[in-house]
């Protein structure tokens, strides 16, 4: 008959011993920013090669409306609407479009358990996502740019105002892309408010606001993009009014703000389900 040490039993010495150091080899969970730029970069890899054409489209798109509307617009403050709201429609195809049948098709297949398993913030996964998306719209935007500054005659010594209208109109319209893709029942519910997202993108943010009525307006102004889409119009004067220009990004980045956590406590929405 042997004896048993008493520091092996349960509650002895040795158990808990082991028990701490099988605790301790247990990760941490993940900090924000390094799982955010890992999600970033795994969604940036995956997403490249099927975005891609898709951008292509976008790109085309913003261009034949620059072109049907020259025949509308000579030039002046119309011009310089429909330039900057056809640079930022590329931004709400893809930042607003592309990631609500993302999400939502995510959702549908069971890919936010797959998320759910890993030790990232719910915020990493949708900024990670919502950055990668949003990466594939700087050519587009600054092609499409460049193009309507040629076709209506429109300075270009201002287009560096792009490296800010660009990552907080993507913020602004990705958040709302996303809660869109996370929240709609269905995957064919979240394309359909993407496509009416983006729509309204478009004739809110392309049309001259001069020429639409009071309540198209309001409307207009309540679209994230259109602070974009106002901030980038203003620096084509000659003598843009900059404090004006910050406020509209200023507002343009709170709204994004706002989105992305509205995105981000519906992903923890969708994943708790």
Sequence with gaps: MSVVPAEVL???ALAVEETDRGAAELGPRARLWPALVAVYRAQLSRARVARIPLLFVATFQSVGIMIL???VVDGGSEAQAVVAGSAVLVVAFVALNLLAQYFGQLRASGGLDHYATLPVPPAAVVLGAAGAYASFTVPGTVVTALFGCVLFGLPMAHLWVLVAVIPLAGA????LGAAFGLLAPRPELATVLGQLGMSAALLLGVLPADRMPEGVRF??????STYGVEAFARTFGPHPDWAFVLGDLAVCGAVGIVSLGIA????RRAAVR
Excluded at 172 to 175: E, S, V
Excluded at 219 to 224: E, G, I, K, M
């Design 219 to 224: 409307l207009r102004d309540l679209l994230p």
């Design 264 to 267: 981000t406590w519906a992903y």
């Design 10 to 12: 349960p509650g002895g």
């Design 69 to 71: 509307m020259r025949g």
């Design 172 to 175: 602004a319209l990705a958040g």
